[in-house]
């Protein structure tokens, strides 16, 4: 599964010149984050991190991800609508998770006042790793699958320019050429478009719900820009309001705690409430969960979620990896006691998003120890850590030394589908993303500053 380029990443000098001109690439081409010290300005802004190298990614893995993208969309939007299997899934954990019984409470209420929406708008990113199984051939492996938020479609349409010139200068011209073109923030915002003008009013505007720090404004551009609109946009954050009528309300926060405030939580019901289409409802950010994700690979699970399509759910199946209930009893007594003892086997993740919450190894061991005869214990699920075969790349980041790194990739696929009343009027595969991390960061994402922006070179 390696990429042509071994034979480089030894030469320093031919390192040296290609990362300067990958540094100059990226400003050219737009891969960029606003800085640090001043998130809320353009002023003075820098590249997004990024790999110096594509990283090799087999072709057949890659196809496979894509091929399974519809069908996880119409799970999704299946689970969304299910409010026996949300009650029923989410039981245990929102006694014991604030957040996310917050969020519950708040979908049980819409449901029974009776839903304003027709029609539903949902952009998601299904997450992979190539796990190395017992005789070394990978398989794709989900990780998760986001429902609220799901970045980076934009900047990462930019990642293959960079990557081309960067082989160019390394004389693999070739191979270059073989980069794949990929545009997901151009079908997250057909996505939007017609959502729009499913709701059906002219003078209504999109709501981009963006942080109140916005280093990652560049990738949200990239969705308002990416098609000529039929009406104004309107992008504002979340308590500026002008009067208008919003058609669309498109969420990049909202998924963490620390974005509600109780006037907050107010205003999310306000929105729920409203017959506008969120991106997401409530109840797809809920499919979204990782408790969630544990039910779906109980056996029989999926069959009830779809039924008779025998053919998308073994595409799905395929995807998962072990996953583990935590919920008292007998189950969750032998699985916590089987990681405790092996804790390397396993990922302890809680019902958080944005990277850097999963707890692995001597942590899990020691936190799962204490929590073991505890209801708090229902508040996360277990996973079979997903092995991948490390590779050698350059990580650049602004202000850091230029070191080889061994690293992991995660494999991204957007989803977008639409969906008025009963009927899908859209479910595609809209792009992908690649990230890559130094194999000493078990978690973390981009914006948590651990992975980086990467481009797959197919093998
Ligand atoms: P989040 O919603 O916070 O992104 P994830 O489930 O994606 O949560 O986990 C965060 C990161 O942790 C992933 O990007 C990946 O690097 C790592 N990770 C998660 N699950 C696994 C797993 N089963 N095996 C190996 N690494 C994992
Ligand atoms: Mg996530
Ligand atoms: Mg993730």
Redesign the pocket.
């Known amino acids: 599964m390696a990429a042509p380029w071994e034979d480089v990443l030894r030469d320093e000098a031919a390192i040296q010149e290609a990362a300067s001109v990958a540094v100059d690439a990226a400003l050219l081409e737009g891969v960029l984050m606003r800085t640090e010290r001043e998130p809320n300005a353009s002023d003075v802004v820098n590249y997004a991190p990024f790999t110096l190298l594509p990283s090799a990614v087999p072709s057949t893995l890659f196809e496979q991800a894509y091929a399974v993208q519809q069908d996880f969309n119409l799970l999704v939007d299946a689970i969304s609508q299910n409010k026996e299997f949300l009650e029923h899934t989410l039981a245990s954990t929102i006694k014991v998770d604030d957040f996310t019984a917050q969020l519950f409470r708040i979908h049980m209420q819409v449901l029974e006042e009776g839903l304003a929406q027709s029609v539903f708008l949902g952009i998601n990113r299904s997450?992979y790793?190539f796990d190395c199984g017992v005789d070394g051939t990978p398989a794709l492996k989900q990780?998760?699958i986001?429902t609220i938020a799901a970045s980076f479609g934009g900047l990462t349409s930019r990642t293959a320019a960079v990557h081309g010139r960067v082989l160019k200068v390394l004389g693999k011209s070739e191979e270059a050429s073989r980069l794949l073109p990929n545009n997901p923030s151009k079908g997250l915002a057909l996505g939007i478009a017609k959502a729009w003008e499913l709701y059906g009013s002219q003078s209504a505007v999109v709501m981009f719900l963006v942080e109140e720090v916005q280093r990652n404004i560049f990738d949200q551009r990239c969705a308002e820009v990416g098609k000529d609109w039929p009406g104004s946009v309107n992008a504002s954050g979340f308590c500026s309001s002008d009067g208008q009528e919003v058609a669309v309300v498109y969420y990049r926060e909202g998924y963490v705690p620390k974005n509600y405030d109780q006037q907050n939580w107010e205003a999310r019901l306000l929105l729920e409430r409203s017959r506008a289409v969120k991106c997401p409802d409530i109840a797809t950010q809920l499919a979204g969960t990782?408790k969630v994700q544990q039910e779906l690979s109980r056996p029989g699970t999926l069959e009830r979620l779809l039924p008779g399509r025998t053919e998308a759910i073994a595409r799905i199946r395929a995807t998962f990896?072990g996953l583990y209930s935590l919920d008292m009893g007998e189950e969750g007594d032998k699985i916590a006691a089987t990681a405790i003892a092996d804790p390397d086997r396993f990922?302890l993740?809680p019902q958080?998003?944005?990277?850097?919450?999963?707890l692995y190894g001597e942590e899990l061991r020691q936190v799962l120890e204490k929590i073991r005869d505890s209801p708090e214990r229902t508040s996360y699920i277990l996973?079979?850590?997903?092995k991948p075969q490390p590779a050698m790349n350059y990580l650049l980041r602004a202000h850091s030394p230029l070191q080889v790194s061994e690293c992991i990739s995660?494999l991204g696929i957007f989803g977008v589908y639409v969906r008025q009343d009963k009927e899908m009027v859209m479910n595609k595969a809209a792009g992908h993303l690649l990230r890559t991390?130094a194999i000493e960061h078990?978690?973390?994402?981009v914006a948590a500053g651990v992975?980086v922006l990467d481009s797959p070179y197919l093998v």
């Open positions: 997450d790793m990780i998760e986001n990782k990896a990922v993740k958080r998003e944005g990277g850097g919450n999963n996973m079979d850590k997903i995660e991390k078990a978690d973390g994402g992975a």
